[in-house]
């Protein structure tokens, strides 16, 4: 079964320092791996995937994300934080299809706040 | 992309009744799920809504209890039966773009439906 840890409730981390919200998951085969992010009171939305290639993708908003096969994770970064990118941050997994798999498994979210 | 309608945005709802949240999409899709969110709270998957058959349902959800639609590649339906206060969350239709060989594609979403059930 595939699943996802989001270990941090919430990051707390000041406007212009970098920030890290972290992701490790468990699934069979090669993993597809996303980050979406809910803004208050609004839908998700899709920040960045990882599918094949560089362990290292960028998404949109400045945002990041390096894939680690070894330590299963896919931790979501940025260089520079702003107040605005205060949100709750979601890592999802889902198996790839030759393993028979579709569905989107998501992480518990970390709220993410960011200080002027 | 995919541009997901939702409808209703919200409700307030009687224990014991039923509420049919629809969802509509701006082109045709394969895949489309249903997901259940409390307030501040991750994405539990509901179902797989498959066009002519039944919904694939994870574990911990029912047909009885969920039952859904999905009449053709653009419209599904969720249903809410019976509900209980346990039951107010936020229902997701979420649908990856174009047809089944796109399977590495991210998930779109609706805005949601707001659900309070008294």
């Known amino acids: 079964a595939q699943s996802v840890a989001q270990p941090e409730d919430q990051v707390n981390v000041a406007e212009g320092n970098p920030l890290t919200v972290k992701c490790t998951y468990s699934?069979?085969?090669?993993?597809?791996l996303f980050w979406y992010v809910q803004y208050p009171n609004r839908g998700l939305q899709f920040l960045l995937k990882?599918?094949?290639?560089?362990?290292l993708v960028k998404g949109s908003y400045g945002f990041e994300a390096e894939f680690n096969k070894s330590q299963t994770s896919f931790h979501l970064k940025k260089p520079s934080a702003l107040v605005s990118d205060s949100a709750l941050y979601f890592c999802?997994?889902?198996?790839?299809?030759?393993?028979?798999?579709?569905?989107?498994?998501f992480g518990a979210g970390t709220r993410l706040f960011v200080k002027a | 992309s995919a541009v997901i309608s939702q409808k209703p945005s919200r409700d307030i709802c009687q224990r014991g009744t039923s509420l049919t949240i629809q969802c509509q999409v701006d082109?045709?899709?394969?895949?489309m799920f249903w997901y259940r969110q409390q307030p501040g709270q991750s994405l539990t998957l509901i179902a797989t809504?498959?066009?002519?058959?039944?919904?694939?349902?994870e574990s911990g959800f029912v047909i009885d209890k969920f039952p859904i639609s999905r009449p053709n590649l653009t419209f599904s339906t969720l249903t809410v039966s019976n509900m209980s206060p346990e039951d107010s969350s936020i229902y997701l239709c979420?649908?990856?773009?174009?047809?089944?060989?796109?399977?590495?594609?991210?998930?779109?979403f609706g805005e949601g439906s707001r659900l309070t059930v008294l």
């Open positions: 979420s649908v990856v773009p174009g047809g089944k060989g796109s399977n590495t594609g991210e998930l779109f």
């Open positions: 699934v069979s085969g090669n993993p597809y």
């Open positions: 082109s045709q899709v394969t895949m």
């Open positions: 990882y599918i094949t290639g560089d362990n």
């Open positions: 809504a498959n066009q002519g058959s039944e919904a694939t349902y």
């Open positions: 999802a997994v889902r198996q790839s299809p030759n393993t028979g798999g579709f569905k989107t498994i």
